[in-house]
């Protein structure tokens, strides 16, 4: 079974720049979450997808970051335009059931610098 | 609200040394326990868990016991290997879907 796939693995930019970050999640799986790990600082949470709609957006930074997830498959995170403390790893995660964490597997991660 | 704290590291161990990475928690309820690893260039892997208050979780020789007492939930392993080299993250989870972490503790481990 293949896993939550995220691409590009390092994706480097210049600030006002805009980029997107890709997330395949485990196929069958309505649950996709978002997460970001600044350097050096605790992952955490950005947002929760059920299928397509957005179940909960709590943790996006500001109005800068926009998560779509079409058709309630893969998902885009667009960081628009791109600041310096944007950089970071951001990790997607995908699951089954939301409430017992059931099949709950992450992805590798996209570390975003930007410069 | 709820955090994890783990210590910082780096922490840079022999082989074979005896490995402690402490976490401790501050969260309402009865939260369940994580500890996830990621190896270089690899995505986090579950490392083991722990549900309730005194359970122990383990995994590929390493444990870590479920401490409400203390509200600690710290990570051991007896033996340390070349390949334990990685990122540990503790973590705590309610019956939710949002994970909250720690810092993260790198491990490094030299022949």
Redesign the interface.
Request: aromatic share 22%.
């Given at each position: 079974e293949a896993g939550v796939t995220q691409f590009p693995s390092h994706s480097v930019i210049e600030k006002g720049q805009t980029v997107t970050l890709r997330c395949d999640p485990i196929s069958g799986h309505d649950n996709l979450y978002w997460y970001r790990r600044v350097m050096g600082k605790e992952i955490k949470f950005l947002l929760h997808f059920v299928k397509e709609s957005k179940q909960d957006e709590s943790g996006m930074p500001n109005n800068r970051f926009l998560a779509e997830r079409t058709g309630g498959t893969y998902s885009t995170l667009k960081v628009q335009p791109a600041e310096l403390e944007d950089s970071g790893v951001y990790f997607c995660a995908s699951s089954q059931d939301p409430g017992t964490g059931d099949g709950y597997t992450f992805g590798s991660g996209t570390r975003l610098t930007v410069v | 609200g709820d955090s994890?704290t783990q210590m910082e590291g780096p922490v840079t161990l022999s082989e074979e040394a005896f490995l402690t990475i402490n976490c401790t928690y501050t969260a309402t309820g009865y939260p369940?326990l994580f500890w996830?690893v990621q190896y270089p260039?690899?995505?986090?892997?579950?490392l083991l868990k722990a549900t309730k208050a005194d359970d122990k979780g383990s995994n590929k020789g390493f444990e870590a016991t479920y401490r409400k007492e203390t509200t600690s939930f710290h990570l051991e392993k007896g033996s340390v290997q070349v390949s334990d080299s990685a990122v540990y993250?503790c973590?705590l989870?309610k019956?939710?879907?949002?994970?909250?972490?720690?810092?993260?503790t790198r491990l490094k481990v030299l022949a």
């Open positions: - | 994890v369940s996830y260039g690899e995505g986090l892997q579950l993250f973590a989870r019956r939710t879907y949002k994970y909250i972490f720690g810092t993260g």
